[in-house]
Nanobody, 121 residues
Framework: QVQLVESGGGLVQTGGSLRLSCAVS????????IGWFRQAPGKERELVAA???????LYKDSTRGRFTISRDNDKNMVFLQMNSLKPEDTAVYYC???????????????WGQGTQVTVSA
């Protein structure tokens, strides 16, 4: 059974940092694409960053240079380091698993429950 569990969300001021973690069980993170998505109230879920089999990263334009995705194969975890946070980064952040290096939500088959990130002005 594949499970993904996010942690690390919270409340932070503008310009602050957070590090999100995605713990994966039942599937090896090194053999799938793991993506971080976010969903703000009233908006669709969107890709923030994804990491492929060879460690290549895929980023949303507005997060490139501020966010960094990484992976620890031994711990079977994926991380999202978020720096220089802005109020518009406020959302529920989800990690998902995909067999494709994709920005499309429909390509991800397993999801975590989400973790709230709130950036105050």
């Amino acid at each position: 059974q594949v499970q993904l569990v996010e942690s690390g969300g919270g409340l932070v001021q503008t310009g602050g940092s957070l590090r999100l973690s995605c713990a994966v069980s039942g599937s090896a993170v090194g053999t799938y694409v793991i993506g971080w998505f976010r969903q703000a109230p009233g908006k669709e879920r969107e890709l923030v960053a994804a990491i492929g089999w060879r460690g290549a990263g895929l980023y949303k334009d507005s997060t490139r240079g501020r966010f960094t995705i990484s992976r620890d194969n031994d711990k079977n975890m994926v991380f999202l380091q978020m720096n220089s946070l802005k109020p518009e980064d406020t959302a529920v952040y989800y990690c998902g698993r995909s067999g494709r290096f994709s920005r499309e939500e429909s390509d991800y088959d397993y999801w975590g429950q989400g973790t709230q990130v709130t950036v105050s002005a």
